[in-house]
């Protein structure tokens, strides 16, 4: 399906149409920002790493009856995907404290959570992406109560699969986060990425720091860290 024009660019991916009106490109971009755009840079190389990562993990959930917007790889850095309806909402999944719940519950990095926790936050950039509850999901009618619940089991499952599938690779799964959309057939649909950028991984025997907080704490080795998580799950 050959590109024809660009139609959305965000911090670390560019969506362009195809001659089928329900059939988009993905672009992968070495763009990385943190800290809601505020920190800025480039990471060697991502937008390959990322395509094949996605690629790969969408292609395990799919293989595991998950609904994406996959549909292949198409070059170096860019895959086909089914155009969604995206919902306008962030779902976060917390295995392990890190990242943004340790500052705002006093949590010490690295504690275990004994379930999952599942956060929604609202998609507005000007807004800084914020915590919503399922009240008002429902009132600003960003989804309705059929839809969330549908979004929780998907995402509780994708955090199953994932987990073990990351545990197998001697990587733990600290947190990540998903996007959801409907497609043409209606159904709902895991949209956006799986990598590095959004997700927490951290080696099962040293908890090294293997994403992209190795750019938002300036640790260096990040371009290393990408590699290989890529390494680990191909
Ligand atoms: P947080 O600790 O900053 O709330 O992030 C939780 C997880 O969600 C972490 O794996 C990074 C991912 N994430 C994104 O992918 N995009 C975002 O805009 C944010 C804030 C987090």
């Known amino acids: 399906m050959g590109i024809e024009t660009l139609i959305y660019e965000g911090k670390a991916k560019k969506l362009f149409s195809t001659k089928d009106e329900n059939i988009l490109i993905q672009e992968f971009k070495d763009d990385a920002t943190a800290f809601n755009g505020q920190k800025k840079g480039q990471i060697l190389n991502k937008g390959v790493i990322n395509n094949q990562i996605s690629t790969r993990l969408y292609q395990y959930l799919e293989s595991h009856f998950i609904s994406t917007h996959f549909l292949k790889k198409v070059s170096y850095n860019a895959m086909e995907i089914r155009k969604l309806k995206m919902f306008k909402l962030e779902v976060i999944v917390r295995n392990i404290a890190a990242g943004s719940i340790c500052k705002r519950e006093n949590i010490a990095e690295g504690t275990v959570f004994p379930s999952p926790l599942l956060e929604f936050c609202y998609k507005d950039d000007s807004l800084g992406d914020p915590f919503i509850t399922t ?100």
Request: glycine share 4%.
């Open 135 to 234: 009240e008002e999901i429902l009132e600003k009618k960003l989804a309705n109560a059929k839809e969330i619940e549908i979004i929780r089991k998907m995402t509780l499952k994708i955090n199953a699969l994932l987990k073990d599938f990351f545990l197998r690779r001697n990587l733990k799964l600290v947190d990540f986060k998903l996007e959801f959309g409907i497609g043409k057939d209606k159904s709902i649909r895991l949209g956006d990425e799986i990598s590095p950028d959004t997700c927490r991984f951290w080696d099962a025997t040293t908890n090294e720091k293997l994403d992209k907080d190795r750019f938002r704490q300036d640790l260096g080795g990040v371009e290393n860290a990408y590699e290989e998580i890529l390494s680990r799950i191909s």
